[in-house]
């Protein structure tokens, strides 16, 4: 199991299996990522992983039409489109 902490709902601190989509987790656990459509589309699930982002899989294609290099370089990704298999902090 990993642990995800929403910072920007408080701290909330959960807990999920490794290689988790973070919006599902966040969805199931009402982590509180703002999402629309759920398919790497509308960018609105847009939020930085602010501890942890070493134990994140690789950025996505789809995320790229998004999020500059800046903010991919300082730890934005889009959270539909992110899975973790280790313990992160993320904020939106
Ligand atoms: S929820 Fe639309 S891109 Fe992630």
Redesign the pocket.
């Known amino acids: 199991m990993v642990q995800i902490t929403f910072l920007s709902n408080g701290g909330k601190t959960v807990e999920a299996p490794a290689n988790s989509n973070l919006?599902r987790v966040s969805l199931r656990e009402q982590g509180g990522i703002p999402?629309?459509?759920?398919?790497?589309?509308?960018?609105?699930?847009k939020c930085k992983v602010e501890a942890g982002r070493e134990h994140t899989d690789d950025v996505k294609q789809k995320e790229r039409r998004h999020l500059s290099p800046e903010e991919l370089a300082s730890g934005y990704r889009?959270?539909?489109?992110t899975f973790v298999n280790g313990n992160v902090s993320v904020s939106w």
């Not at 889009?78 to 489109?81: I, K, P, V």
């Open positions: 919006l999402f629309k459509c759920g398919g790497g589309l509308c960018g609105t699930c889009m959270a539909c489109q």
